[in-house]
């Protein structure tokens, strides 16, 4: 290899700096094609008034590298600080986090030593969107958004990932046995594409018992594609169950740049004393090495890597009586792997990266008909604590009002049906979502809900939020209340 590949670095907070040196000592012992824009990230960026953790002039040295090999940060504890990680992701459209989680048993305690699993995780939507609002005095919400093309994507992808690697199985988790319209689109998202791999067996897991599973029998897993939220719980799962968390890395893909990390956090308390295992970190960059061409040194440093674990080199927070055969640092935990390069494992199965073909997914997503889209009700969300908050008192009220029509239908209360004919044992806050809709479901117009509002108001009213209810080819596109 004659040329460098430049990368941006960020040596992170707490133990980061620490991990992330022993990484790059190792890399460059490997002769990894290396050179370094280092930016600052964290803690100290945030306290400089930064809100989003990175200095403008690191998304430009991102721009310009588009592989970004990241250490932990740490938080400032307070509001008004947003999460790095989700920033970059989102900022970068880097849409897929890919977590490889597999047993290093005996050497790593594990009791499930036949684990070998990857979960691939939607990394720019869900709750992680981030929008949240206080609504009442009680209440607050935050908005999940998904979105079809994201869905296609991430799937698209972990059939591609499955594909290229050699995987047999890709399973989706979703929860959408309770949400019907958004964990749904993602099920119905999944079934479809699943026919376009008939070679790659598909298969689907409400996400309580998926995750039940992989804390049980992780070993009937082989790639797993879901949602964000439970993809960032579930990989934490996996990672314990093989060994350590610390011991995970990922990737975090996009179509242009790629972040690479450990999945741990800063753990702030051992910083400085030489205790970190860069082990995350390192597995980390061994994917960025795959990504930017450089497959060679990849299994060069993974086989040192598991040659070192084997001979119970470890750290503290993998060291098992009986098993281990030395406590080493962080230093001297690199220093072992350094000396192992060129060494393969005995009893693990080497590192092997495909060198014909180091060209990333690409995804390539199906055309999209339109549908009819047609505005059929509204949902009016009030603000209300009068009258003992009595469902009957607010329903009788908003009865009055009617827009051409459009007329109260029903009052729920945290999606509990309430009013006409609620339960009085149900228990109410001061937040109510009041549902107009025509008596004949004819379409209505943005100037009858304007109408409503007016007339809501007028009856002394604290409206705060609308949701318009709409079909899209005649399908109903929203929820009904529990009990409607």
């Known amino acids: 290899m004659s040329s460098k590949t430049k990368i941006t670095v960020a040596y992170g907070d707490g133990i980061g700096p620490e991990i992330m040196k022993a990484t790059l000592d190792i890399l460059e012992a490997a002769g990894a094609q290396l050179e370094y824009d280092v930016i600052e990230i964290g803690e100290q960026v945030y306290l400089k008034g930064i809100s989003s953790g990175m200095e403008p002039k690191a998304f430009d040295s991102l721009r310009e590298t588009k592989v970004f090999l990241k250490s932990p940060i740490t938080t400032p504890q307070g509001g008004g600080f947003k999460s790095l990680n989700v920033t970059t992701r989102k900022s970068f459209g880097l849409f897929a986090n890919v977590r490889p989680c597999k047993a290093y048993s005996p050497f790593v305690k594990t009791h499930f030593p036949k684990t070998d699993l990857v979960i691939i995780r939607e990394n720019e939507e869900d709750l992680y969107a981030g929008i949240e609002h206080r609504q009442t005095e009680e209440v607050y919400q935050t908005l999940k958004l998904i979105s079809q093309p994201g869905s296609e994507k991430i799937i698209r992808y972990a059939f591609e990932y499955a594909k290229k690697y050699n995987r047999k199985k890709v399973t989706c988790m979703t929860k959408d046995n309770i949400m019907k319209l958004a964990d749904g ?190 505005l059929v009700g509204v949902d009016v969300f009030i603000d209300w604590d009068e009258a003992g908050r009595n469902p009957d008192v607010i329903g009788e ?57 007016r007339q809501i108001k007028e009856l002394g009213f604290d409206f705060i939020k609308t949701e318009h209810l709409y079909t899209f080819d005649g399908e109903r596109g929203y929820s009904l209340a529990q009990g409607e």
Not at 313 to 337: C, L, M, P, R, W
Not at 339 to 352: D, I, K, Y
Not at 411 to 418: A, H
């Open 185 to 374: 689109l993602f099920h119905k998202t999944f079934d479809e594409i699943a026919k376009e791999y008939p070679e790659i067996e598909a298969d689907h897991k409400i996400i309580d018992i998926g995750s039940a599973l992989i804390a049980e029998r992780p070993e009937i897993f082989d790639v797993i594609v879901t949602l964000n939220l439970y993809g960032d719980i579930i990989s934490d799962i996996a990672a314990q169950v093989t060994g350590s968390v610390g011991l995970g890395g990922s990737a975090n893909v996009g179509a242009e740049v790629a972040m690479f990390e450990a999945i741990h956090g800063s753990a702030p308390d051992i910083a400085g004393k030489d205790m970190a295992n860069p082990s995350g970190l390192l597995n980390g960059a061994i994917s960025m090495l795959v990504h930017i061409g450089q497959p060679e040194v990849a299994e060069k440093v993974a086989n040192a890597w598991m040659k070192t674990l084997e001979d119970g080199i470890h750290t503290g927070d993998i060291y098992q009586e009986g098993v281990s055969k030395e406590k080493v640092g962080t230093k001297g935990f690199a220093q072992a792997v350094i000396e192992r390069l060129g060494q393969s494992p005995s009893n693990m199965t080497p590192a092997s990266f495909d060198k014909s073909d180091d060209s990333p997914i690409s995804i390539k997503l199906r055309p999209v008909t339109k549908a009819k889209k047609e």
């Open 397 to 453: 009220g908003l009865r009055k009002a009617d827009a051409n029509g459009l007329k109260l239908h029903l009052i729920t209360n945290r999606g509990v049906k309430v009013f006409p004919g609620g339960q009085p044992e149900t228990f109410c806050t001061d937040h109510w979502r009041c549902r107009f809709k025509t008596a004949d479901q004819k379409t209505i117009t943005h100037e009858d809900v304007l109408e409503l509002l």
